[in-house]
């Protein structure tokens, strides 16, 4: 079956710094990939389409400056928490679309401490 | 909006059926309907979706009202390793928007 992978799955930083986290379609070629936060007993929350080629859609209210996605290829999407914050602590998570249903990445919990 | 509506918590003894509710009532006729499950720190995982009519699968089954404002997702035995959070969701411009799902308590 269709197979995301995320990495890192945890990962803790500093505050100020940027954090980089990786989503791979290891099966299939996903011209779209989605980004996903979740904080403590919600929900997740869309936050950006991730198009191949071409930049990224946000959703109201997400910082794009904060929140870089970058797609450069069918099996790769990443996004990069600039100058974190302790709020920006929170479970991402990545999904990429297929005929048979979305495929979502295993997330990934950021600390910033 | 795209949100459904589903009960916050239900319940279930280990081995019985169980039968989740969802309403969509403000559904359009292009719009699927997917199912997901989470388990604690971990990606939602797909369980089943469904346009019209009803679906089934080696996980579940989805039950598609004729007006398709509601569905029902079927676990024919559920076991332990069902309880979850699941997820149903309206499928519109090939966006997942969750809404707030229904925790799973399965019994022993």
């Known amino acids: 079956g269709a197979v995301v992978s995320q990495h890192p799955s945890w990962v803790i930083c500093k505050s100020g710094t940027s954090v980089k986290i990786e989503c791979r379609s290891l099966d299939f070629q996903a011209t779209t990939m989605f980004w996903y936060r979740q904080f403590p007993k919600q929900s997740l929350m869309l936050m950006a389409t991730?198009?191949?080629?071409?930049?990224?859609?946000?959703e109201q209210g997400v910082e794009k400056d904060k929140f870089l996605i970058n797609h450069a290829s069918l099996t790769l999407s990443t996004l990069t928490v600039t100058s974190a914050h302790p709020e920006d602590s929170s479970f991402y998570i990545c999904?990429?679309?297929?005929?048979?249903?979305?495929?979502f990445g295993s997330g990934t919990r950021l600390t910033v401490v | 909006d795209a949100k459904t509506t589903q009960p916050n918590s239900m319940e279930s003894n280990e081995e019985e059926p169980v039968h989740l509710p969802c309403n969509h009532s403000?559904?359009?006729?292009?719009?699927?309907i997917h199912w997901y499950r989470q388990l604690p720190s971990q990606g939602p995982e797909y369980v089943i979706h469904g346009l019209t009519s009803n679906v089934n699968n080696r996980m579940a089954s989805l039950a598609i009202a004729e007006d398709r404002k509601s569905s029902t997702l079927i676990l024919h035995r559920a076991t332990l390793r069902d309880a979850a959070v699941y997820y149903c969701i309206r499928v519109s411009s090939y966006k997942l928007i969750f809404g707030s799902g229904t925790r799973l308590l399965v019994r022993p």
């Open positions: 991730s198009n191949e080629g071409s930049k990224a859609t946000y």
């Open positions: 999904s990429a679309g297929r005929r048979d249903g979305y495929t």
């Open positions: 403000t559904i359009s006729g292009t719009d699927y």
